[in-house]
């Protein structure tokens, strides 16, 4: 029996531990990238050089891959937050996906939005703005601090924290430039821990070997962006996780998602459980690449990609089979022109260093952090308790130094 093909829109980073699953897992990998030096092309079986987000060109050369006499048995991404792009391609291939009209909505944060609301779902208070006497509006309803982002956009873009003290003009402007609409989403600030979950609904049940701590340790060093810098596993918020989980069931139900993988973003408020928004995607960042797999022993990534090409689910494969704390952290370095890096080869020598990377070379320019695609780098650590892997955190952040022209 001939090997299945896995389409994989996307082969940057974000989508590295995909290909390397499925490969593990004995399928054919096509990729598509925009990026001709897309590291996932180094090992997936085939590739070609397209946008993830061209439709057009996208199906046009499935359709000319198909009349060659090859198969495409599914498709799937990581990170990227496109379901509405994975539907229709799947639509096309007539394999197993969400419904375009669900992905659409899960890809629209107000659509979302109005759904939660008539499945009484508990989200914070929001409204559209199309111009700042809207936003002064937005002010009196929800109180001195607002959300403000684009109803189409992941990865903090065009995303800030806002008081009437700030320049509110110039980050509406920034916002509305994030995305193609004429208008964004303003969110009553809800203070309290953020929790991540990441679940695979089946037939209506949801599992969720996900479910960590969002780190805002350092919100106001950002603002008025908002920075998320890494999570925790295992959280310190489990008494909560019933509840979280059947919040994002009903979520799931709202937009018509079933037998898909669910990411959700999840505040605990002085009133109880929100949900902020849901993704119909697997995360990018460390997520369900990292955290999960080495706190937990589990590699639900592969669950995903076993729905994409039709293949039955074990749901032991969601139980956890080890107990270890990890956390990822960012680097935030100051901008400038790189000089140089000092404590890179102390901090790679340690066993404990499970990943670590500088996602810029020397004699690069370090842009000013606006959002989380801006950071300077990435590190995983690993550990027994969260004391000691908070510990090795700071070591980390210690030793570790950026130098630039500005230093």
């Excluded at 093909?5 to 990998?29: C, H, R, S």
């Excluded at 061209?54 to 599914?74: H, T």
């Excluded at 004699?363 to 892997?389: D, E, Y």
């Amino acid at each position: 029996m001939s090997k299945k093909t896995l389409l994989v829109l996307g082969a940057g980073p974000d989508q590295l531990f995909m290909i390397k699953t499925a490969k593990e897992m004995g399928l054919n990998v096509l990729a598509l990238d925009k990026n001709a030096n897309a590291p996932g092309f180094a090992i997936a079986d085939d590739f070609e050089i397209i946008s993830i987000r061209d439709l057009k060109s996208i199906m046009n050369f499935i359709e000319d891959y198909l009349n060659k006499g090859k198969k495409i048995d599914g498709v799937s991404t990581m990170g990227s937050d496109i379901p509405n792009i994975v539907s229709r391609v799947a639509h096309k291939l007539k394999t197993p996906s969400i419904s375009i009209k669900s992905a659409d909505l899960a890809t629209n944060k107000y659509q979302m939005k109005e759904q939660f609301c008539k499945f009484g779902i508990p989200t914070p208070r929001y409204m559209i703005v199309k111009n700042i006497n809207e936003l002064q509006i937005a002010f009196s309803k929800f109180g001195e601090k607002l959300v403000i982002k684009p109803i189409d956009q992941a990865g903090s873009r065009g995303v800030s924290l806002i008081t009437r003290d700030d320049d509110i003009e110039s980050l509406f402007k920034n916002s509305l430039n994030s995305t193609e609409k004429d208008y964004i989403l303003v969110e009553e600030f809800i203070s309290g821990p953020q929790i991540s979950t990441e679940s695979i609904i089946l037939n209506g049940k949801l599992y969720t070997p996900g479910f960590a701590d969002r780190n805002y340790d350092d919100l106001e060093l950002f603002t008025p962006q908002i920075m998320e810098n890494g999570g925790w596993v295992p959280s310190n918020f489990e008494e909560y996780r019933e509840g979280i989980c059947e919040e994002i069931r009903k979520s799931a139900v709202s937009l018509g998602i079933d037998n898909s993988v669910i990411k959700g973003d999840v505040v605990i408020g002085d009133d109880g459980i929100k949900i902020i928004e849901i993704a119909a995607r697997l995360s990018g960042g460390d997520f369900s690449e990292s955290l999960v797999p080495l706190g937990l022993g589990l590699n639900y990534v592969k669950s995903v990609i076993q729905m994409a090409i039709k293949e039955d689910i074990d749901i032991n494969d969601f139980i956890p089979k080890i107990n270890k704390a990890v956390a990822n952290r960012y680097f935030f370095a100051k901008p400038g022109k790189l000089i140089d890096i000092k404590g890179v080869d102390e901090v790679k020598s340690k066993d404990w260093i499970s990943k670590f990377e500088i996602w810029y070379e020397t004699g690069q320019n370090l842009p000013n952090i606006a959002s989380h695609g801006q950071r300077t780098g990435v590190f995983v650590i690993v550990g027994q308790n969260r004391k000691q892997v908070q510990e090795r955190i700071n070591w980390v952040y210690d030793t570790i130094k950026f130098i630039t022209d500005d230093n």
